[in-house]
Nanobody
Framework: QVQLVESGGGLVQAGGSLSLSCAASGRTFSWRAMGWFRQAPGKEREFVAASGGGTSYADSVKGRFTISRDNAKNTVYLQMNSLKPEDTAVYYC?????????????????WGQGTQVTVSS
């Protein structure tokens, strides 16, 4: 019944910026944490950022990406600046009812379908 939908993906040049949004619909919960993961072709899904009782970021995106939440709208955002070609991936949002800003995908209960981000050089 719960659905997470990402939006804002697309094609951007290296050094540019892009903003992602993830909105929940259907049955509502008070999620402890919401986060972002990404998966590039031929690679495993990796943690990007999370927010819940604090924030955490992957070392590869610190200083470039910013995660924020609007709990009233059940929405999480990811502002991506200074994008690099290695940021190219499908980006997924996720929500956890019990774990705060966890970097483990196993701690998240709900997942979106993903949105493609492509950074050209």
């Amino acid at each position: 019944q719960v659905q997470l939908v990402e939006s804002g993906g697309g094609l951007v040049q290296a050094g540019g910026s892009l903003s992602l949004s993830c909105a929940a619909s259907g049955r509502t919960f008070s999620w402890r944490a919401m986060g972002w993961f990404r998966q590039a072709p031929g690679k495993e899904r990796e943690f990007v950022a999370a927010s819940g009782g604090g924030t955490s970021y992957a070392d590869s995106v610190k200083g470039r990406f910013t995660i924020s939440r609007d709990n009233a709208k059940n929405t999480v955002y990811l502002q991506m600046n200074s994008l690099k070609p290695e940021d190219t991936a499908v980006y997924y949002c996720a929500a956890s009812r019990y774990s705060g800003h966890s970097q483990s995908s196993q701690e998240y209960d709900y997942w979106g379908q993903g949105t493609q981000v492509t950074v050209s050089s």
